[in-house]
């Protein structure tokens, strides 16, 4: 957990990160994420639902923050870190939202690079078509398969997030996804 202590010094940020840019220092930066980590906290764990998460997050934007201060002209250091920190969570939530549907893309790549002839020209009536197929393969997953996939794929729900939506147990939403990702990898080479 992140500790916080009451504010030590009376300049503003604007003067603390004036400060900063005349003599990069430690103790100006230590200062700041005393200031605002109890905020950031806040509004990471808005974003990401997790503590451990948020945790690492602020971290990891304070870890990020030195250079980023020296290069940009910042009138309210605030409403800055806001945005930085934001952007941040923002980013990562996209990364992990990617990361889960190259899982469902890979499982389609195999699977139709392996069945498609040898000469065939790609072209949109073929994307279609694929999304068509693993529709219709989600579709026929048995009901905890199904719905833990659509949870943590589609959804970009987490683990956690899908035992607390399902009567499913931390193991059995697992063992569902790697099942369900399995069985759509058949169910798509049946329907192509």
């Excluded at 509004?43 to 940009?72: G, R, T």
């Excluded at 969570?89 to 992990?96: A, D, F, N, S």
């Amino acid at each position: 957990m992140l500790l916080f202590k009451k504010r030590t010094d009376n300049r503003t940020d604007e003067e603390l990160l004036a400060a900063y840019k005349r003599r990069p220092s430690e103790a100006i930066l230590g200062l700041l994420f005393r200031r605002h980590s109890h905020k950031l906290y806040g509004l990471c764990l808005s974003y990401l639902k997790n503590q451990q998460d948020a945790e690492d997050a602020v971290m990891d934007c304070f870890a990020e923050l030195p250079p980023k201060m020296l290069k940009y002209n910042i009138e309210d250091f605030e409403s800055w870190l806001y945005l930085v920190v934001r952007n941040y969570c923002i980013r990562l939530l996209k990364e992990r939202a990617r990361l889960r549907t190259d899982g469902l893309d890979e499982i389609c790549e195999e699977v139709f690079v392996e069945s498609a002839p040898q000469n065939a020209l790609y072209d949109i009536d073929e994307e279609e078509r694929r999304f068509e197929v693993l529709s219709d393969a989600i579709d026929q997953l048995k009901g905890g398969q199904r719905k833990c996939i659509i949870l943590f794929y589609l959804e970009n729900r987490s683990y956690q997030e899908i035992t607390e939506l399902t009567s499913f147990n931390l193991n059995e939403v697992k063992s569902h996804i790697q099942n369900g990702r399995r069985n759509l990898k058949n169910l798509i080479l049946k329907l192509t």
